[in-house]
């Protein structure tokens, strides 16, 4: 049985504790705010892209383009987007769980991220490259990561890339996804509604009519690698935003938990403070009536 001493000390402990993750909340909370406001301001961008390249794609008739070829997988890069520090729930746990779903042999790793990089060198996986990215991810980054992966691809070293990442839908609920970015088959807007389900405009889809110069075919092959580069570009927004969300919630959970806990050391030390001091009364009774006073 603990003694009033050990039981001091756990709650000091525990107090240390919940002192440290309501630090880390709080600090999480306001990079959050910043984050998701900056993945949010960048789907507007995203959904207009979609427009301008679904009528350009109307009007360039045959077109062709080596981020369009389509050829026989054998071998397929996978963007893995994780966050360098964990402290952030299950939201990691869940992106390698949908990473290990890949054949190792025919599955190549670029890795945005330290834990990604991480759980490859772990599970023995191939890993092409390694990024890192700021909390405030640039699009110097992110068109740094794009290049890299198009030039797999376009090089023949793979033959399609997947990215896997965690869409943010809400502050308490963000989704692990995954996505083709090439060969560029449809146009995806990461518009997440507050059912979580994105928004999918196809190619050839556009809502209104557009005039282009030089030529729909020109611009078109001029833009889709600027497509790539800012759909990554809004992965790693949609991937910070659901890491801070995700590391504030469980901050606070564990804020929450240690304040518990602390209440119920209190009481567990108060019943045995009064035990003791009970058990001393007897004593010092008993001692009494054994004298006969």
Known sequence: MPSTRDIRRRIKSVKNTAQITRAMQMVASAKMRKAQLAA???????????????????????????????????????????????????????????AAKYTKDATVFVCAGKK?????????????????YKDTPLFAEARAISKSVQQMFIDGTVDAVDVVFTNFISTLNQKSEVRQLLPIQEIQALE????????????????????????????????????????????????????QSARMVAMKNATDNAKQIIKDLTLEYNKLRQANITKELLEITSAAMAMGT
């Not at 996978?78 to 520090?85: A, N, Q, R």
Request: proline share 3%; net charge neutral.
């Open 116 to 132: 990604g990089a991480q759980w490859v060198s772990r599970a023995k996986r191939e890993l092409a490259a390694e990024f890192s």
């Open 192 to 243: 997440a509604g507050v059912d979580g389900e994105g928004q999918t405009r196809k190619l050839g889809e556009a809502s209104r009519e557009y005039l282009f110069e030089p030529g729909a075919a020109t611009v078109l092959g001029n833009l889709l690698p600027h497509y790539l580069n800012y759909q990554v570009y809004q992965f790693l927004q949609e991937a910070k935003a659901s890491e």
């Open 40 to 98: 949010l301001a960048g789907r507007p961008y995203a959904v207009l892209m979609n427009e301008v390249l679904a009528a350009a794609s109307e009007g360039a008739g045959e077109f062709t383009h080596p981020l369009l070829e389509k050829r026989a997988v054998r071998k397929r890069a996978v963007l893995l987007i994780t966050s360098d520090k964990g402290l952030c729930g299950a939201l990691n746990t869940n992106l390698l769980r949908e």
